[in-house]
């Protein structure tokens, strides 16, 4: 089956410092990527649509110079947090299919912390 | 766009019961319904979707029945058991035949009692 990973897991930063997240599709190629936030008891909130060879698209209200998206390849997509800060701390989960299915896996999530 | 609305917020059950969860769109051209299931710390985990061209689907203890005409559907799980104790997740999107934009709703947490 399809298989997502995330990593890392776990990140605890200092506030102003940059994070990176990756998003792997372990077993398949993705075109496109999904990447959502989700605050603690809240539902996931699209952040923006990854594609593979051109621009992220971002959803309203989210700052695409603070959330860097890269995907370069067809098996990764990284999400950056620049200059982080204490609001930015969630769960961040990316999402992929394989190209011409249409069902999304997702990966395990990635927790930041900023402090 | 889509807006999704999911009730209850939380449930409770116990072992042994059927669980409802329901949830209505705003979208009359959302034609995937997705269900997700998550665990404390984990991403959502897919159980069952339905189509716009079917009007229930079945898988064991889970099943979900769609009214398009009503915009609303709804995940049914029989015989719960502890470990089907998560937060449950809707979702709608016009699935195109390529990867999908999904809106979800607010989620359900279930608690399974022994």
Redesign the interface.
Known sequence: GAV?S?HPSRVICKSGTSVKIECRSLDFQ?????WYRQFP??????MA?SNEGSKATYEQGVEKDKFLINHASLTLSTLTVTSAHPEDSSFY?C???R???????????S?LTVL | GENVEQHPSTLSVQEGDSAVIKCTYSDSASN?F?W?KQEL??????II?IRSNVGEKKDQRIAVTLNKTAKHFSLHITETQPEDSAVY?CAAAR?????????????TRLQVTL
């Open positions: 997502v995330q993705a075109t496109t990527m999904f008891k809240q539902s996931l909130m699209l649509t989960i999402s992929a299919s190209a011409g299915a249409n069902v999304l896996t997702f990966g395990a999530g927790r | 995937y997705p997700y710390g984990k991403g959502p985990q897919l979707d997740f699935n195109t035949g390529t990867a999908s934009k999904l809106t979800f709703g607010t989620g």
